[in-house]
T-cell receptor, first 112, second 111 residues
């Protein structure tokens, strides 16, 4: 299995909703990431988990809350988002820090 | 100055052409380098890692010049399917895992 699986593929949520994005990989990768990408912009790092521990939080607002239940799973909990948070949310994994990434196909999030 | 800068593009080339992209980086301590391609409304996909000795994969050749702090990607015999945005990515020695993406260069290959 050489994939990173993200669910859901599309999500529309209101500003008062709580939702979660899920990411799973079975490649034995030890680093997992959340990225946010706006149209015509490069991916923007949000969080890095290494060996299931949060290693980097790029000053992301607390309305985004990451969770790593085990070495294969990564969640991103969303609460009280703003319309400007609408974007493509990408999960990625790599064998270790500094290695090339495998990206999931992303969740296209629209906040209304 | 941005940490990673790419040729702005867009590049519009005919099928069969050879096209080269450059990417410069400002952190001399950078450790690892990659090229990704991203199709419209899709996720980035790792195209190549870039090594000091250079590396080749079919029609694609990547080079790293540490002295001048740039990496390059050469595509020979362009195909319509090569049309995409190409992103260069640089990892510093410190803050490992905190990759820096270039803004991307868009390539359109035309019949």
């Amino acid at each position: 299995d050489t994939e990173v699986t993200q669910t859901p593929k599309h999500l529309v949520m209101g500003m008062t909703n709580k939702k979660s994005l899920k990411c799973e990989q079975h490649m034995g990768h030890r680093a997992m990431y959340w990225y946010k990408q706006k149209a015509k912009k490069p991916p923007e790092l949000m969080f890095v988990y290494s060996y299931e521990k949060l290693s980097i939080n790029e000053s992301v607002p607390s309305r985004f809350s990451p969770e790593c239940p085990n070495s294969s799973l990564l969640n991103l909990h969303l609460h009280a988002l703003q319309p400007e948070d609408s974007a493509l949310y990408l999960c990625a994994s790599s064998q270790d820090w500094g290695e090339g990434y495998t990206f999931g196909s992303g969740t296209r999030l629209t906040v209304v | 100055r941005k940490e990673v800068e790419q040729d702005p593009g867009p590049f519009n080339v005919p099928e069969g052409a050879t096209v080269a992209f450059n990417c410069t980086y400002s952190n001399s301590a950078s450790q690892s380098f990659f090229w990704y391609r991203q199709d419209c409304r899709k996720e980035p996909k790792l195209l190549m890692s870039v090594y000091s000795s250079g590396n080749e994969d079919g029609r694609f050749t990547a080079q790293l010049n540490r002295a001048s702090q740039y990496i390059s990607l050469l595509i020979r015999d362009s195909k319509l399917s090569d049309s995409a945005t190409y992103l260069c990515v640089v990892n510093p020695r410190t803050n490992a895992g905190k990759s820096t993406f270039g803004d991307g260069t868009t390539l359109t290959v035309k019949p």
